[in-house]
């Protein structure tokens, strides 16, 4: 019996492990690698990192390099050899500290510059303040100059500061834009700042970045980086009231449900478009108008809408919306609604542009 693969096929295995895994974890906007920066702050923190890389790979060549000579050129040849004794050397003990020293000197140095440039406490300019805050487990963003609240996409302007204020009423998160902005953590009882500027277009993935839960790693957000025409049109837009639907449709139906507390929908969502106070879940008075919901993890459509209204544990486990839904049908738990219940409800949210 062959109680172990051959090798071929475990190398086969990992390679196709390793394709599904990659396949998988690609999404929408950039990938979150500081490497790929699109924005000054990020050249200069992928700069510093390749600095930091080559000066280590120069350290580990010369030592490992030089072990390997030194095993090969003096390894005991025969059984009676024994090696020369030495009682130190000052030359080559004073070099072998200072040289080390010296170069994390530099190191520092650089680390230093680089802090002082994109610095959370730092931003280059004045630009439109935000406030972020970390939730179970998705991102609250509001502009309060417009009044706006939104949650998982972050919209800004090219060519303008964005000042973050960074809030927690839970636990510690971590604000990070890999591809824009290094990370700055979200605390309880204090409010922490950073900056984002962008000056190129596109989408760009958020992470949280400090371990928060069970779904931490599903505590994803998006930065759309727009022209400031854009920009302004989807502030506008944000800040009209959320649609009412025709009467005796099905998303008046809806609305009706969503509406009445014994469903506990408005316990922690509001539809309120400006103003509304944060809750425990995401305004949703332009629900429909995001491209991502659940921590932007699911793209927002109508499949993934029902999927998530149907059994919001098995989409995203230990949300606080499955565990506040539990109690609505005790006999189906994991599906607290209705079919019609979810159908009205997903028509409505749907109509929320
Ligand atoms: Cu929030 Cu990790």
């Known amino acids: 019996m ?3 693969w051959s090798q071929k096929s475990r190398l086969l295995a990992i390679l196709i492990i390793s394709l599904t895994f990659f396949a998988l974890t690609g999404c929408a906007g950039t990938p979150q690698d500081i490497l790929r920066a699109y924005s000054p702050a990020a050249a200069e923190i992928a700069n510093l990192f390749n600095i930091l890389f080559w000066v280590s790979v ?8 030089l072990l390997v000579f030194f095993v090969l050129r003096y390894q005991r040849r025969a ?3 024994h090696p020369e ?3 130190g050397n000052t030359r080559l003990e004073v070099t072998w500290t200072l040289v080390p020293a010296l170069i994390l000197a530099v190191v520092f140095a650089l680390t230093i510059q680089t802090m002082g440039q994109v610095g959370p406490t730092n931003p280059p300019a004045q630009g439109i303040p935000i406030t972020v805050a970390g939730q179970r487990w998705w991102w609250s963003i509001e502009y309060p100059e417009a009044k706006v609240r939104t949650a998982g996409i972050l919209h800004m302007p090219t060519g303008q500061v964005m000042n973050v204020a960074l809030h927690s009423e839970n636990v510690i998160h971590s604000f990070w834009v890999p591809s824009l902005m290094g990370k700055t953590d979200v605390m309880p009882g204090h409010d922490n700042s950073t900056w984002i500027y962008g000056n190129i277009p596109g989408t760009y993935s958020g992470q949280c970045t400090e371990y928060c839960g069970t779904q931490h790693a599903n505590m994803l957000f998006r930065v759309k980086v727009q022209s400031p025409e854009e920009f302004q049109a989807w502030l506008q837009s944000q800040t009209a009231p959320a649609v009412e639907p025709a009467p005796g449709s099905l998303e008046a139906t809806g609305k009706e449900i969503f509406l009445n507390p014994n469903n506990k929908c408005i316990g922690c969502h509001s539809i309120e478009s400006t103003d509304a106070p944060l809750q425990d879940g995401p305004n949703l008075a332009h629900f429909a108008s995001r491209e ?3 921590g932007c993890i699911y793209e927002n459509n109508r499949d993934n809408l029902t999927r998530w209204l149907e059994n919001p544990e098995a989409m995203k486990p230990g949300n606080l919306m499955a565990k506040a839904l539990m109690t609505l049908r005790p006999e ?8 019609d219940q979810v159908a009205a409800l997903t028509a409505y949210l749907e109509s929320l542009k």
């Open 85 to 87: 004794q030495y009682h």
């Open 79 to 81: 059984q009676d050899e």
């Open 332 to 339: 189906t738990p994991y599906h607290p609604l209705t079919a």
């Open 2 to 4: 062959r109680l172990f």
């Open 58 to 65: 120069a350290v580990f060549v010369l030592v490992e390099g």
């Open 292 to 294: 991502c919901f659940a």
